[in-house]
C-alpha cells in the first residue's frame, strides 16, 4: 500500500495536507534524490494547469529540486501528455505535472514521468514515499551545488509541432469547422493553434482560464455548453479536453457525446484496416462498455482489461506489444505517438479518420450499441467501506442477479473518497436495481 500516491500520482484539496507547500517542497526533495544518479548535471521539467494554487505547489518543488542540487525548467501551463514529451526531448531525468486532471479548482496535485517519458512505478513511487518521511537534510546539496530553475522559451510551439507531426505530412484539416473546448486548462493555448495551422475553421472555448475556472461546465466531464455551441456554429465536430489534456471526450454534429470506448474503436478498427494496429487487439480497463468487447470481436480484435488508471493501461501495453488502449472517460494512449493519454493527439486521429472516410462524425463515431451501464458514486468521510460484511454480501447478490449476462465493478476511487458502483447487463432495469441496492449499503455503512 502508498500512503501518498494513489492511481495517478499525489492528489488533494489545495493547501490543505497532502497538498499543502510543505509536502511538495518534500516531494521535491525526495523525488529529486530518487533521480539522482551519476555526476552529470540533473535537471528536472516542471509543467502545471492553470489551478491558482499552481503557483504555490510550483516554487515549493522549484525549492524542493534545487535544494539537492537538480536543474529545474519551468514550462508554464502544458498539458500533461506535453510535459511526458519535453521530458523526453530535453533529456531531463525526471519531469512534473502539476495537476488535478478533470477535479475543480479546489484540488491539485504532482504526476511524475521518468526520463522515458513514462508514469513511475509503483515501486519507485514507494521509493519516493520512503524519502518523503526521511530526514533529508544530511542529504541537501552544497552551497556551491544548489541547483538553477529557469523558464524554458518556445515549448508550446515545440508540442504543438510535435502534435502535428502525428498526422500524414499531406492531411489538412481544411473544410472542417471544429469547436475546441479546453475547459479553461493547461491546453488552452496548444490546442487552438495546432487545429488552426493543421487548417481547420476553430471556434473556442474554455480558453480564458482565471484559476477558478478550470473544469467549471466546460471541458470533458460538462459537454453541454460545447454541444449548444457545435449546434450554434453548425460545426463539423466539438472537442472536449479536460484540465490537464489528457483526456479527449467528442461531440458530434448533432450534439451528441461520443466517449472514450467509441473513440477506441474508431482508431482500432482504422488502425486494423491500414495494419497499423500492434498486439491482437486494444486495451482498456474494467470500466469499459461490454459493447465495445464485443464489437472488437466481431472484426476479430481482442479487448484485453486492467484495473483503472491509465497508467495500469500502459503498463500492459508495454508488457504485450500493444499500441492502443485507454479508458471510456477518454484518456485514449496512442503509443505510436506518446507516453500518456493525449487528448488532442488522440482528437487528431479521429479527425484524421473524418476526413479519411468523408462522412459526419455521427456516422464515424458510433461504432457500437453500448450495453446499458450504470455508474453511482457514493462518497464516505473513512474507513474503508468495501471491507464490511454488509456491503460484501451485497456484492455477491447482485453478481448472483446479473449471472453471466452482466458485469459488475465496484471499487473505491484512486483520486477522491469516493466508492464507485458500476454495473451494465442487457436487462437495463436490473442493472439499475442492482446498481441502486449496492449503493444504498455503502452509503448506509459510508454514513
Given at each position: ?70 536543474d529545474v525548467f519551468l514550462l508554464g501551463p502544458m498539458p500533461t501528455p506535453a510535459v511526458a ?318 449471472g453471466a449476462a452482466g458485469r459488475l465493478v465496484i471499487r473505491a476511487s484512486g483520486t477522491e ?30 454514513a
Amino acid at each position: 500500500m502508498r500512503k501518498f500516491f494513489g492511481t495517478d500520482g499525489i492528489r488533494g484539496q489545495a493547501n490543505s495536507y497532502p497538498m499543502t507547500a510543505e509536502m511538495a517542497l518534500k516531494v521535491g526533495m525526495a523525488a529529486g534524490l530518487a533521480f539522482k544518479n551519476g555526476g552529470h548535471r540533473h535537471r528536472v521539467v516542471i509543467g502545471k494547469d492553470t489551478r491558482l494554487s499552481g503557483y504555490m505547489l510550483e516554487y515549493a518543488m522549484v525549492a524542493g529540486f534545487t535544494s539537492v542540487g537538480m536543474d529545474v525548467f519551468l514550462l508554464g501551463p502544458m498539458p500533461t501528455p506535453a510535459v511526458a514529451m519535453l521530458t523526453r526531448s530535453l533529456r531531463t531525468d525526471l519531469g512534473v505535472m502539476i495537476s488535478a486532471s478533470h477535479n475543480a479548482f479546489h484540488d491539485n496535485g504532482i504526476k511524475f514521468f521518468g526520463p522515458d517519458g513514462f508514469k513511475l512505478s509503483d515501486d519507485i513511487e514507494r521509493q519516493i514515499e520512503d524519502l518523503i518521511e526521511t530526514d533529508l537534510t544530511s542529504r541537501l546539496a552544497g552551497t556551491r551545488d544548489l541547483g538553477r530553475a529557469k523558464r524554458i522559451d518556445g515549448a508550446q510551439q515545440r508540442y504543438i509541432e510535435f502534435a502535428k507531426r502525428t498526422l500524414p505530412r499531406e492531411m489538412s484539416l481544411e473544410g472542417l469547422r471544429v469547436v475546441i473546448d479546453c475547459a479553461n486548462g493547461a491546453a488552452y493555448k496548444v490546442a487552438p493553434e495546432a487545429l488552426w495551422e493543421l487548417g481547420a475553421d476553430v471556434i473556442s472555448m474554455g480558453v480564458t482560464p482565471d484559476g477558478f475556472n478550470i473544469n467549471k461546465e466546460c471541458g470533458s466531464t460538462s459537454t453541454h455548453a460545447l454541444s449548444r455551441k457545435v449546434h450554434e456554429v453548425r460545426a463539423d465536430i466539438g472537442i472536449a479536453l479536460d484540465g490537464d489534456a489528457d483526456r479527449v471526450i467528442i461531440v458530434d454534429e448533432n450534439g451528441r457525446q461520443v466517449d472514450g470506448d467509441q473513440l477506441m474503436a474508431v482508431v482500432a478498427q482504422s488502425w486494423h484496416a491500414n495494419d497499423r494496429l500492434s498486439g491482437s487487439g486494444i486495451v482498456a480497463t474494467v470500466m469499459s462498455n461490454l459493447g465495445l468487447e464485443r464489437y472488437l470481436g466481431s472484426i476479430g480484435l481482442d479487448l484485453a482489461r486492467t484495473k483503472v488508471g491509465d497508467r495500469y493501461v500502459v503498463e500492459h501495453m508495454r508488457a504485450n506489444g500493444f499500441n492502443v488502449g485507454g479508458e471510456q472517460s477518454g484518456h485514449i494512449v496512442l503509443s505510436d505517438f506518446a507516453t500518456t493519454g493525449d487528448g488532442l493527439i488522440a482528437a487528431l486521429q479521429v479527425l484524421a479518420c473524418v476526413k479519411d472516410q468523408d462522412r459526419p462524425v455521427s456516422e464515424v463515431c458510433r461504432r457500437f450499441e453500448p450495453v446499458p451501464q450504470i455508474l453511482k458514486n457514493v462518497r464516505y468521510s473513512s474507513g474503508k467501506p468495501l471491507e464490511q460484511d454488509q456491503v460484501k454480501s451485497a456484492i455477491e447478490e447482485g453478481e448472483a442477479r446479473l449471472g453471466a449476462a452482466g458485469r459488475l465493478v465496484i471499487r473505491a476511487s484512486g483520486t477522491e473518497p469516493l466508492i464507485r458502483v458500476m454495473a451494465e447487463g442487457d436487462d437495463a432495469d436490473l442493472v439499475n436495481e442492482v446498481v441502486d441496492d449496492i449503493a444504498g449499503v455503502v452509503a448506509s455503512v459510508a454514513a
